[in-house]
Every structure is written in structure tokens, then in C-alpha cells.
């Protein structure tokens, strides 16, 4: 295995507007369905969390609470002084020119607990030794890179970019994205960005998205290759019909119904979404860096789809990925190494799809040419000389179409005619 790169934690102010820019706001909305009722009582938050036993976190916590790992929140702020995170929070940024340098100022009427909400399901460590929320890595540290959803002076997709970036720059192991493009693909730009993480391994987790919300399908980020989409159950493993959405790039499910999550100002709230799954999922990831930092980020994520537990016959399965995650397992078991992300590579992806347009074309229009030029002259095609006559056609039909499907058919091999959302083809 690979070593992984050293990482330097700094810090830097919020990024500077673009000047003049005025570009209305990426869809990019958080995945997480509303908070289903009000703050529920301090001193009962911790007996909530049912996910902690049903889901072996309790017991991989014998091994390790994913001491020495980071986890880098791209969300709406982290609520740094809320009891239950007091000390998790190693620093931040914000990228939507909104925010504080820190990245925790809660941003947004959304947003104002999203990012804090999901900041404690992966790395809270409660108020108290049984009360507050206590997250799937508790010995992690978080990175809070805040973001600006809705209208906004700079595009969800440079945000998300740039916040990539930045996390993968200041030392982060792993990335939480409980966010949604709401679209299959996304910009090129995400490209360079996730590239960053995965060429430095980096793990990167992102949100199936919820039917509630609108996510009828999962979208991007989730729908990236080599990144590890979560999806949502109920509390008895059941694909959630509302906080889940379905799609074949799902790899493992994890609790997205009756959450608790820790709010700005000290509170607490129920919620629901795949929002709640996604840090589960990531500090269960972090439970695995800290156990073996051996292992790199395709290995890390082997560990938690191979040793998740199946829910149907067929894995992987387009509703349950290879099932529901298994944190006890993926810490403790027996699992042989790989050699690549078994969820796909970026790089790969980028290699067959992102060719420049005008460089395949330029290499097809001589085909096209000259597989014209084999079966006639190309001079009735011209405009007619002074004096002359209006040419006849004289190219049958049939080659002049024999001649385009040549040239289309070399646009298709260089990637221009395809579009792909997904390299696995399991």
C-alpha cells in the first residue's frame, strides 16, 4: 500500500467575492429532509441514538474512536461552541463569501443547523460521559468549511470546488458531503477538485439524496466515481421511501430516520435524511483510518462496502448498495487488500470523458472527408461557377451516409457522442 501524503493544518481567510459576479446560485440544496419535531431534552438526546448499538459503533469503539483522523464537514457552518463539539472543530474556511474565516458561522435559513446537525453525527462528543450527542468517531477532529445554499454571489459549483480543495490542502482524511446537485452530472471544475482528494487519498462520502426533498434519483456528487454514496433506512433497515433516494452508484445504507443532531446555541433536534447517514458513515470511515493507517483510501473503503451486511440477494443492489453499513466489521474483520477503489477512479472517468471536443472533431473531419472523397468528387457540393450550370448531385444516398456513419462513428470512440455517469458496471 501506498503511504499516505502528510498533510499540513492551516488556516486562511474566507475567500474574496468575485468582482462583478452576479450568477445566481447552483441547486445545490442540503439532503436532508426538514427536523421532524422539537428539541428534545438534554439529558435524553444520548438514549436516541439507537445507531450506535444497531450499527456495531459501540463496539468498534474497543478498537479505536478515530483518534488522529479529520474529517472535513462541507455544509452551511459548524457550530464550534455547541457543548457537544467543544474541542472538535481544528479550524476552517468559509467559500461563499458569507461566512466567517473559520468556516463557523452558520449560514443560511436551511443551513443555519444543517452543517452542526451533521458536524455531532460524525465527531460530537457529547455534553457529558451519557448525555448530548456523541458522533460514530468521537476522537476525530472536524474541518468546517461552510457553504452559502440558495442565491448567492458565487456559484454552488465554485464553492464546492474550491471547499474540495481546501480540505484536501489543510489535511483532511476524509470529506462529508450531505449535499446534492440534484443532477446526474457536474461541472468539469468538480473534476480538478475531486481528483485533489483522490490523488492525495482522501475518502470522500457524499448523500444519496431524499425523495422528500425532491432527489427522485441520486445526483452529484454521489453519482462520482470512486466516491462512496450513502443511502437511507428507517430504524428497522428498511430503504426509507422519503429520506433515501435510489440509484446504482449507492454503496452502503445507513440510519436517515428519527436522527438527533446537536443545533447552533446549545440545542437539540430530531431530523431526517441521508444528510444524518452521510457523517455516520464518515466517522465510521475515520473508526477505520485511525485502526489502520496502513491502508489507503481505495482500502478504507473497500473495508466498509465488504464487510457491510447484505439486504438482499443481488449485490450490489440499486436501493441498498451492498447493504447496511457495519462499523464493528469494517474495523475488526478479516478483509484482503485491493489494489483499486472498487467504487471506480475519477482519473479513469476523466480520461474517457473529458476529452476536449474540438480536438476528436478535428481528428474526424478528415474521416469524414475522406470517406467522401473515396466515392466522388467533392465538386457538386461547390457553389456554381459564373456561367455555369447548377451542378447535379451525383454522391449516391447511401455513401454519403456510409461516409458520415464513418466519422460518427469515430466521434463516438473518442468520447464526444457519450456521455457516462458511471464507470462501475457491477
Known amino acids: 500500500m501506498r503511504a499516505r501524503p502528510a498533510r499540513r493544518l492551516t488556516a486562511r481567510p474566507a475567500a474574496a467575492l468575485a468582482a462583478a459576479l452576479a450568477v445566481a446560485a447552483l441547486a445545490l440544496v442540503p439532503a436532508a429532509a426538514p427536523p421532524l419535531t422539537a428539541p428534545a431534552a438534554a439529558d435524553a438526546v444520548r438514549d436516541q441514538q439507537y445507531w ?24 452551511s457552518g459548524v457550530d464550534a461552541s455547541h457543548p457537544d463539539l467543544a474541542g472538535v472543530v481544528l479550524g476552517g474556511t468559509d467559500v461563499s463569501g458569507r461566512g466567517n474565516a473559520t468556516g463557523t458561522l452558520p449560514l443560511g435559513p436551511v443551513g443555519i443547523t444543517h452543517g452542526t446537525m451533521v458536524a455531532s453525527l460524525a465527531a460530537g462528543r457529547g455534553s457529558g460521559p451519557a448525555s448530548g450527542v456523541i458522533g460514530a468517531a468521537p476522537a476525530a477532529g472536524i474541518l ?20 474540495v480543495r481546501w480540505a484536501v490542502d489543510n489535511g483532511a482524511d476524509i470529506i462529508s458531503l450531505s449535499l446534492t446537485r440534484n443532477q446526474l452530472d457536474w461541472p468539469a471544475s468538480w473534476d480538478d477538485a475531486f481528483l485533489h482528494a483522490e490523488r492525495n487519498d482522501v475518502v470522500v462520502i457524499a448523500a444519496a ?5 425532491g432527489t427522485e434519483q441520486v445526483s452529484a456528487p454521489a453519482t462520482m466515481p470512486g466516491v462512496l454514496t ?14 433515501s433516494s435510489q440509484g446504482i452508484t449507492i454503496g452502503v445504507m445507513a440510519p436517515s430516520e428519527a436522527l438527533i443532531g446537536a443545533i447552533p446555541g446549545g440545542g437539540h433536534r430530531f431530523w431526517q435524511g441521508t444528510s444524518g447517514a452521510t457523517p455516520i458513515v464518515a466517522g465510521i470511515a475515520a473508526l477505520v483510518r485511525a485502526a489502520h493507517p496502513e491502508l489507503d ?48 477512479s475519477l ?18 473531419l478528415p474521416e469524414l472527408r475522406a470517406a467522401i472523397g473515396r466515392h466522388a468528387d467533392p465538386a457538386p457540393f461547390g457553389m456554381p461557377t459564373a456561367g455555369s450550370a447548377p451542378p447535379e448531385p451525383i454522391i449516391p444516398i447511401a ?20 456521455f457516462v455517469t458511471r464507470t462501475r458496471t457491477e
Open 399 to 418: 455513401l454519403i451516409v456510409t461516409g458520415v456513419g464513418t466519422a460518427l462513428a469515430t466521434l463516438a470512440a473518442a468520447g464526444v457522442l457519450r
Open 230 to 243: 450513502v443511502g437511507g433506512v428507517d430504524r428497522f433497515g428498511r430503504a426509507s421511501g422519503d429520506a
Open 52 to 75: 450506535l448499538d444497531d450499527y456495531g459503533i459501540r463496539e468498534a469503539w474497543q478498537v479505536t474512536r478515530g483518534e488522529g483522523v479529520v474529517i472535513a464537514i462541507l455544509d
Open 347 to 364: 482519473a479513469d472517468w476523466v480520461a474517457l470523458n473529458r476529452r476536449a471536443e474540438a480536438e476528436p472533431l478535428a481528428a474526424a
Open 297 to 344: 483510501a481505495a482500502n478504507v473503503v473497500n473495508r466498509i462496502i465488504s464487510t457491510a451486511r447484505p439486504v438482499t440477494a443481488a449485490v450490489p443492489d440499486p436501493l441498498y448498495g451492498y447493504g447496511l453499513v457495519d462499523a464493528a466489521a469494517a474495523v475488526s474483520a478479516d478483509v484482503d487488500p485491493v489494489a483499486e477503489n472498487p467504487l471506480g
Open 209 to 213: 439524496g431524499n425523495r422528500g426533498s
Open 144 to 163: 468546517s468549511i461552510s457553504l452559502a445554499f440558495g442565491p448567492t454571489e458565487r456559484s454552488g459549483d465554485d464553492q464546492i470546488a474550491e471547499g
